[in-house]
C-alpha cells in the first residue's frame, strides 16, 4: 500500500533476497549472514546511499527523517533491513548511515511497513502535501 503511495515522488522498489540459510532447519548463523550481505552486496547499485536499519542505528523524527530525505535526492538510496538476524557486519560497515526505527525488535516484514509508511509521510511533508498530523 505505501509503496504505491510513494510512486508519485519518483521510482521505488521493494526487492528481497533468500535467506541465506538456503532452508537449513539448523542454519549456521554466520555463514547465513555472510550469504545474505554477498547477496545484498551484489544487487546494490555502485553509485546508491546504503542505508541500513538497524536498532543502534540513529533515531530520526519524521520531521528530521524528511529533511534528511530531501537533502539526499540526488542518489539513489537503498533500505536494507535485515533478516532473522539482522546485518552481517560487511552491511552495516559499508552503510552511508544506519538508522534504527526504535528500540524494540520488530519482523523484517513489519519494519518495511513502518519505514515505507514513514518515507510517504517524509515525502508529503517535503511537498507540501497534508497527511503528517
Not at 17 to 44: F, R, W
Not at 81 to 101: F, K, Y
Not at 107 to 127: C, D, F, G, K, T
Request: with cysteine.
Amino acid at each position: 500500500m505505501y509503496a504505491t503511495r510513494c510512486t508519485p515522488f519518483g521510482k521505488l522498489t521493494v526487492l528481497e533476497v533468500k535467506e541465506g540459510h538456503g532452508g537449513s532447519v539448523k542454519p549456521d548463523v554466520i555463514k547465513t549472514l555472510k550469504n545474505e550481505a554477498a547477496d545484498l552486496m551484489d544487487k546494490l547499485p555502485k553509485d546508491a546511499l546504503l542505508i541500513a536499519l538497524d536498532e543502534h542505528g540513529s533515531k530520526k523524527s519524521t520531521a528530521d527523517f524528511a529533511q534528511w530525505l530531501s537533502t539526499h535526492a540526488d542518489r539513489p538510496l537503498v533500505f536494507v533491513i535485515g533478516g532473522s538476524w539482522g546485518l552481517d557486519q560487511t552491511v552495516l560497515d559499508r552503510a552511508d548511515m544506519t538508522l534504527s526505527l526504535g528500540a524494540m525488535t520488530l519482523p523484517h516484514a513489519l519494519a518495511r511497513i513502518v519505514l515505507l509508511e514513514q518515507i510517504y509521510r517524509a515525502e508529503m511533508i517535503n511537498s507540501g502535501r497534508k497527511y503528517h498530523k
